[in-house]
C-alpha cells in the first residue's frame, strides 16, 4: 500500500505538464478503438462512401457539388438548423426552472418531476407525435374545444411549428437530466458563501449557480441540438419533409440505396453533429467547473416563500400537463376501441391490454436484456473514454470521444443497413450461429447507438470531481485503479446513473435500425412492436397499450433507480459521520 | 441482490441462445402486411400444418426490398408478400426472387387487362386491390363537405383544407392511383387533375397507411387509399365509407418464393396454402377486407362485399402495366419535387385561386376572368411534358440509380428545374389570381 508514495512516477500522468501514461490505460484505450472501430465506424463507412465514389470506385467530391445546387436541399438546411435551434430554446426554458426548483428547494413531488420528466424520452417520437395529433391536431380534442366555444382553432401541429412544439416537449429532458445532476453536485459551500455576501434570488442563480452548472447545461442542450437535427420519426409524422433527416431517408428509401445525395446529407449529418459537440467542448475549455466538496446528499434546499410557492407550482403544473398530454393521448387511446373526431374515445376498453399481454411478453422481455445490456455497456465504456479523455494523456485519447460521437449523428437506416452489409457472413465465435440471426446485434446496435448519451452525463460528471479529491485518495495509498473505483465512480454515481437511464430508455424507443435488424419476430423489442401494432387499420389500441406498458416499467425503473442512489447517498454519509 | 439479478440474466440470456437454435420447421414470411392479416395467415397455416411454426417479419416495402438484398443467401427469409407490383419487379431483376409454379386451379389470368400473376413466373397474385376514397362521415358532416363520388369531385372548392394522399414514391398504392389518375385522362389532364387535388389536400404523408389513419381518427375528411384500408376501418366500428369511383383500376397485390430461402420447401407450402380455397377465404374476414383472387371464394363474402369478376366494381380504366412501369420514377420523381416538397406553395395558390374565383362569380369581370385562367393553367400543369416521358435516355436518367458524377448532376439540374420551375409557378399563379380577385371589386 506505501508503493505509490515510494513511486512517483504512478501519479505522474495526473500531472498536467507529464507526457507519460500506462500500458494500462493505453490497453483500454485500445480495446475501446478497437469496438467502436469494428462496430461504428467500419459499418458507416461501408455505407457512406458512396457519397464520395463513383460506381466504379474511384473518389469524387462532385455530390457534394450537387448537392449545394439543390434549392430543395438548402432550404432543408436552413429548415433543420432553425428547427434544431428554437428547440434548444424552448427547451431550455422548460427545463431550467424544473431543474432548479426540484433541485434547490424544499418541495413536495420533486422526485416525482425528476421522474416525469424522463417520461417524454420513453416513447417513440413516432407515438408522441401521433397522440400530439390526437389532442393539437388539426381535428384534436384542444381544437375541437376552442372551435365549439371560441370558434376559432390553433394550428400548433402544422409544419415546422408542430415539429418544434412536439421535438421541444420530447427532448427536454435531456437538459433537465443533464443540468439536474449537474446542480445536484454543485458545492454547497460555493451557494452559502454568495449568499453570505449578499446574492440572493436571481442574481445569485445567475453570477453563481448556473455557471457552475454549465457543463450539464452545454451537455444537455447540445444534445438536443444534435437529436432534434437528425431526428427523424417526428417530421415524418407530421407530413414535414423539407427537412435534411427526413431528405435523406426519403432518397435513399424512395430513390434508392445507392443514391448518394442522401448520403451526402448523412455525411453533412455527421459533420455538424460533431462540430456541435466540439463546439461545446471548445465552449467548456480554459473553464474551472470542478469543486472540491461534494454536497449532493448534505445541499441544503430552501423554502419556498408563498409567492414563490405559486409560481413554481403554476409553472410545474402547466409544463407538466403539457409534457404528460402525449401519455394522457396514449392512455387513452390504449383504452378505447373507437375514436374519432370526438373529445375523448366513444367505445371503452381493456381488450387492447388482453391482447398485448398475450402476444407480446416476449418482446418486454426482449427490450429489458437488450436496452439493459446496452446501457451497462455505455456507461462502463463511457465512464472509461471520459476517464482518458479527462485524466490521462494517453495519445489519440481526444478521438474515442469523436468517434463515440459519430454514432449521434448516424440515421439508424444508416447504421441497420451497414450492420446488414458488414456482418452478413460474421458467425458468432463458438456457436457458429450468424451474428445477424442473433439478439446480440441489438445489444451491439444499441450500444453504439446510445453511446454518446451515457458518454455526455459521464463526462460531466466526472468535470464536477476536483483532481485533487483522486490524487489525495493515491496520496492516501490507493493504486490509481483503486482511487477510480473507490473515489471517482462513487463521485460521479448521479451522472453515470443519468448516463444510464437516459441509454436505456433512448434504446428502448429506437425503431428505425430496429425494423431493419428484427429478423424473427421473435427476436424483436417492445419498440417494434409498437411500430407494428401502429400500423394496424383496425385501430391503434394495441400500438398504445404495448406503448403505456413501455412507459409505466420504464417509468417506474427510473423512480427505483434514483431512489436507489439516493439511498446509497445516504448510507455514505452515514459512514463518513462515523469517528 | 446483485447475484440474484445476475442469475436471472444469465437464465434469461441461455433461454434466448437455447430458443435461437431450436427452430427447424419454420416458415419465414417477409412482408409489409398488418397484423390483423398476417396473424390470421399464421394461426390457419399452423393449424393445418401441426409441428410447423410461421415466423412473421413484419417490414414497410421499401424496408423489405433492403432486407433481402443485404441478406446473404441461405438466411433469406423463405415468402414475399406484399402490394406493389413494382418492388417484386425489383426483386426478380435482382435474382432475388425463385420461379414457382403452385399449380393452383380456378384463378383467372387476367384481371381486366391487367395479368394476374408475373408472365415471367416469379411471382403470383393472391389478392386483388382496387383504389377509391375513404372518407370520415363525422368529419365532413362537421365541416359540411358532401361525400366525394369521383377522382374529378376533389378538384372542387368545397374539398380545399380536407383531403389527404401519400406520394408515389412512398406507397406503391398510391402510386397505382395516381399511375391510374393519368391513365384515365392522359399525362396533362391527369396532372392537372393530381395538381388540383394535391393543391386541396391538407397533407401529403409519409406513408401510405398515414392516410387511412388519419381518415379514421379524424384529421383528415377525405383520403385517396386502397380497398381494404377503407372496408376494414368501417368493419372494425369507425365512421368511415368507401367507394370506388368509376375510375378505378384493380391490381393484384402479390406473393413469391425468395431465391435462397431457408426453408423453400415450406416457403412453397405457405404460397400454396394462401392461394387455396382455405387461404383465400381468410381474406373476407371484416378486420382483413380484402378482395380475394379466386373468383368462388366471393360467393362465401358476406352481401354487399366488392366483387371484382362480378361486376360489382366497375372498372373503367385497363392499367396498363408497361406504360406505369416505363415512367414509374419519373412520376414520382415529378410528383414529389413538384408537389409534396412544394406543397406549401402549392396549397397557398389554391386558395387564392378559389378565392377569385368565389370573387368573380359574384360580380364578373372578363379582366378577371382572364388573369384567374391564367393562373390556373400556370398552377396546373405539369412542369414536364408527355413527349419527354416517351425519351428513352430521358427515362434510362431515372432508372440506373448507381450514377456516376456526370449522371448524377445531369439528375440533380433536373432535380433543381422542376423543383424551381413549380415554385415560380406557383407562386405567380397566386399573384395573377390576386389581381383577378382585386378585379372583381
Redesign the interface.
Known amino acids: 500500500m506505501s508503493a505509490p508514495l515510494a513511486a512517483p512516477g504512478a501519479v505522474a500522468p495526473l500531472n498536467a505538464e507529464a507526457g507519460r501514461w500506462s500500458a494500462g490505460q493505453a490497453a483500454v484505450a485500445l480495446a475501446i478503438a478497437a469496438f467502436l472501430l469494428a462496430f461504428l465506424i467500419w459499418p458507416v463507412l461501408t455505407v457512406i462512401r458512396v457519397a464520395v465514389t463513383?460506381?466504379?470506385g474511384s473518389l469524387?467530391l462532385?455530390?457534394f457539388?450537387?448537392?449545394f445546387?439543390?434549392?430543395?436541399m438548402r432550404e432543408s438546411f436552413a429548415n433543420s438548423l432553425y428547427v434544431a435551434g428554437m428547440t434548444v430554446v424552448l427547451a431550455t426554458l422548460i427545463a431550467v426552472p424544473l431543474a432548479y426548483i426540484t433541485v434547490r428547494f424544499r418541495f413536495r413531488g420533486a422526485i416525482l418531476i425528476q421522474t416525469l420528466g424522463v417520461l417524454p424520452l420513453i416513447m417513440p417520437a413516432f407515438m408522441g407525435a401521433a397522440a400530439m395529433?390526437?389532442l393539437f391536431?388539426?381535428?384534436?380534442s384542444v381544437n375541437q374545444l376552442l372551435g365549439q366555444w371560441f370558434g376559432f382553432t390553433l394550428p400548433i401541429m402544422e409544419?415546422l411549428k408542430g415539429v418544434i412544439f412536439v421535438e421541444t416537449l420530447h427532448y427536454f429532458p435531456f437538459i433537465l437530466l443533464n443540468l439536474s445532476a449537474a446542480l445536484a453536485n454543485i458545492d454547497s459551500a460555493m451557494e452559502e458563501s454568495a449568499q453570505n455576501l449578499g446574492a440572493s434570488g436571481w442574481r445569485l442563480f445567475r453570477r453563481i449557480v448556473f455557471p457552475l452548472a454549465l457543463p450539464g447545461y452545454v451537455a444537455g442542450a447540445s444534445l438536443v441540438f444534435i437529436k432534434v437535427f437528425d431526428d427523424l420519426g417526428t417530421p415524418?409524422?407530421l407530413?414535414v419533409?423539407?427537412m435534411l433527416a427526413?431528405q435523406a431517408y426519403?432518397r435513399v428509401?424512395?430513390?434508392?440505396?445507392?443514391?448518394?445525395?442522401g448520403y451526402v446529407i448523412c455525411f453533412i449529418l455527421v459533420g455538424f453533429s460533431i462540430a456541435a459537440m466540439a463546439g461545446s467542448a471548445a465552449f467548456l475549455r480554459g473553464r474551472d467547473f470542478a469543486t472540491l466538496q461534494r454536497g449532493a446528499a448534505a445541499a441544503p434546499r430552501r423554502d419556498l416563500r408563498p409567492w414563490q410557492a405559486v409560481l413554481a407550482y403554476g409553472w410545474i403544473v402547466g409544463v407538466l400537463l403539457l409534457v404528460l398530454s402525449p401519455h394522457l393521448g396514449i392512455l387513452m387511446l390504449s383504452l378505447s376501441?373507437?375514436?374519432?373526431?370526438?373529445l375523448v374515445p366513444e367505445?371503452w376498453t381493456l381488450d387492447n391490454y388482453s391482447v398485448v399481454f398475450r402476444d407480446s411478453t416476449r418482446m418486454i422481455?426482449?427490450t429489458f436484456?437488450y436496452c439493459?445490456?446496452a446501457a451497462l455497456l455505455d456507461v462502463v465504456i463511457g465512464t472509461a473514454i471520459a476517464y482518458l479523455v479527462l485524466r490521462t494523456r494517453v495519445p489519440g485519447r481526444q478521438w474515442l470521444d469523436h468517434m463515440a460521437t459519430v454514432a449521434l449523428a448516424m440515421p439508424g437506416v444508416v447504421l441497420g443497413?451497414g450492420y446488414?452489409?458488414t456482418f452478413?457472413?460474421t458467425e458468432i465465435p463458438f456457436?457458429g450461429?450468424?451474428l445477424?440471426?442473433?439478439?446480440l446485434i441489438f445489444v451491439l446496435a444499441y450500444t453504439v447507438r446510445r453511446l454518446p448519451y451515457a458518454l455526455r452525463s459521464c463526462n460531466a460528471a466526472l468535470q464536477q470531481v476536483h483532481l485533487s479529491l483522486e490524487e489525495a485518495a493515491q496520496n492516501l495509498g490507493a493504486s490509481r485503479a483503486r482511487a477510480i473505483w473507490r473515489v471517482v465512480v462513487p463521485l460521479m454515481a448521479g451522472g453515470i446513473l443519468a448516463g444510464f437511464v437516459t441509454s436505456f430508455i433512448t434504446a428502448a424507443v429506437e425503431i428505425s435500425e430496429t425494423?431493419?435488424l428484427?429478423?424473427?419476430?421473435?427476436?424483436a423489442p417492445m419498440s417494434y412492436g409498437i411500430y407494428?401494432?401502429m400500423?394496424?387499420?383496425?385501430?391503434?389500441g394495441p400500438g398504445a397499450a404495448l406503448g403505456v406498458v413501455a412507459i409505466v416499467m420504464v417509468a417506474l425503473g427510473t423512480y427505483l433507480s434514483h431512489r436507489f442512489v439516493a439511498a446509497r447517498h445516504a448510507q455514505q454519509f452515514m459512514k463518513g459521520q462515523r469517528p | 441482490m446483485q447475484s440474484f439479478l445476475a442469475a436471472r440474466?444469465a437464465a434469461?440470456?441461455l433461454a434466448?441462445?437455447a430458443?435461437?437454435?431450436a427452430?427447424q420447421q419454420q416458415v419465414?414470411i417477409l412482408t409489409s402486411f398488418?397484423?390483423?392479416l398476417t396473424s390470421a395467415y399464421k394461426a390457419a397455416f399452423e393449424r393445418a400444418n401441426p409441428g410447423m411454426r410461421v415466423?412473421?417479419?413484419?417490414?414497410?416495402t421499401?424496408?423489405g426490398v433492403?432486407?433481402l438484398?443485404?441478406?446473404?443467401a441461405g438466411?433469406r427469409p423463405d415468402v414475399f408478400w406484399a402490394s406493389a407490383p413494382d418492388a417484386f419487379e425489383v426483386l426478380a431483376k435482382d435474382g432475388l426472387l425463385a420461379k414457382f409454379d403452385p399449380a393452383v386451379k380456378g384463378i383467372p389470368d387476367k384481371i381486366g387487362n391487367y395479368p394476374v400473376n408475373d408472365p415471367q413466373g416469379f411471382y403470383r397474385g393472391q389478392a386483388l386491390a382496387g383504389y377509391g376514397l375513404m372518407w370520415?362521415t363525422?368529419?365532413l358532416a362537421?365541416n359540411k363537405v358532401p361525400a366525394p363520388k369521383e377522382w374529378a369531385d376533389l378538384v372542387k372548392p368545397v374539398y380545399f383544407g380536407h383531403l389527404a394522399t401519400s406520394s408515389p414514391?412512398?406507397s406503391g398504392t398510391t402510386h397505382l392511383t395516381i399511375e391510374t389518375i393519368l391513365q384515365a385522362e392522359g399525362w396533362e389532364k391527369g396532372w392537372s387533375q393530381v395538381l388540383q387535388i394535391a393543391g386541396n389536400a391538407?397533407?401529403?404523408?409519409?406513408r401510405s397507411?398515414?392516410v387511412?389513419?388519419g381518415v379514421?381518427?379524424?384529421?383528415f375528411g377525405i383520403g385517396l387509399v386502397i380497398d381494404?384500408?377503407g372496408l376494414?376501418?368501417k368493419n372494425?366500428?369507425?365512421?368511415?365509407e368507401f367507394a370506388y369511383p368509376s375510375q378505378t383500376a384493380i391490381v393484384p397485390a402479390n406473393i413469391a418464393l425468395v431465391n435462397g430461402a431457408k426453408n423453400a420447401d415450406l416457403g412453397r407450402r405457405f404460397i400454396q396454402f394462401s392461394l387455396s380455397p382455405a387461404g383465400q377465404e381468410l381474406l373476407l374476414d371484416p378486420?382483413i377486407s380484402r378482395l380475394p383472387v379466386l373468383p368462388e371464394t366471393y360467393r362465401k363474402a358476406p352481401a354487399g362485399y366488392p366483387d371484382p369478376y362480378g361486376g360489382k366494381i366497375r372498372a373503367k380504366v385497363n392499367f396498363d402495366s408497361e406504360l406505369s412501369e416505363s415512367r414509374y420514377?419519373v412520376v414520382?420523381?415529378l410528383f414529389?419535387?413538384a408537389i409534396?416538397?412544394r406543397h406549401?406553395e402549392l396549397v397557398a395558390a389554391t386558395r387564392v385561386i378559389h378565392e377569385a374565383a368565389v370573387k368573380l362569380a359574384a360580380k364578373p369581370n372578363a379582366q378577371g376572368q382572364r388573369l384567374l385562367t391564367e393562373a390556373r393553367a400556370l398552377a396546373f400543369t405539369p412542369v414536364v411534358d408527355e413527349t419527354k416521358t416517351r425519351d428513352k435516355g430521358f427515362l434510362a436518367l431515372f432508372r440506373e440509380?448507381?450514377?456516376?458524377?456526370a449522371r448524377?448532376?445531369q439528375?440533380?439540374?433536373l432535380?433543381?428545374h422542376w423543383?424551381?420551375q413549380a415554385r415560380q409557378n406557383y407562386d405567380k399563379a397566386a399573384a395573377l389570381a390576386r389581381q383577378a380577385a382585386a378585379a372583381a371589386k
Open positions: 463513383e460506381p466504379d469524387t462532385s455530390h457539388g450537387s448537392f445546387q439543390l434549392s430543395l395529433q390526437l391536431g388539426r381535428s384534436g409544419g415524418l409524422v407530413n419533409t423539407n427526413p426519403l428509401t424512395s430513390i434508392g440505396i445507392e443514391d448518394p445525395i376501441k373507437v375514436w374519432s373526431f370526438t367505445i422481455t426482449n436484456l439493459g445490456l443497413i446488414l452489409r452478413r457472413d456457436t450461429e450468424a445477424l440471426g442473433s439478439w425494423i431493419l428484427t429478423s424473427r419476430e421473435s427476436l407494428l401494432y400500423q394496424s387499420i383496425a385501430g391503434r | 440474466l434469461a440470456i434466448l441462445a430458443t435461437g437454435t427452430a419465414t398488418p397484423k390483423e415466423e412473421i417479419l413484419n417490414k414497410g421499401s424496408a433492403a432486407y438484398r443485404e441478406t446473404r438466411d370520415n363525422r368529419y362537421a414514391s412512398r391538407v397533407a401529403i404523408t409519409e397507411f398515414g387511412p389513419d379514421s381518427n379524424g384529421q381494404f384500408f376494414a376501418a372494425s366500428g369507425f365512421p368511415v378486420k420514377f414520382s420523381a414529389d419535387h409534396t416538397f406549401k440509380t448507381k450514377r456516376d458524377a448524377q448532376k439528375m440533380t439540374a432535380e433543381e423543383g424551381k
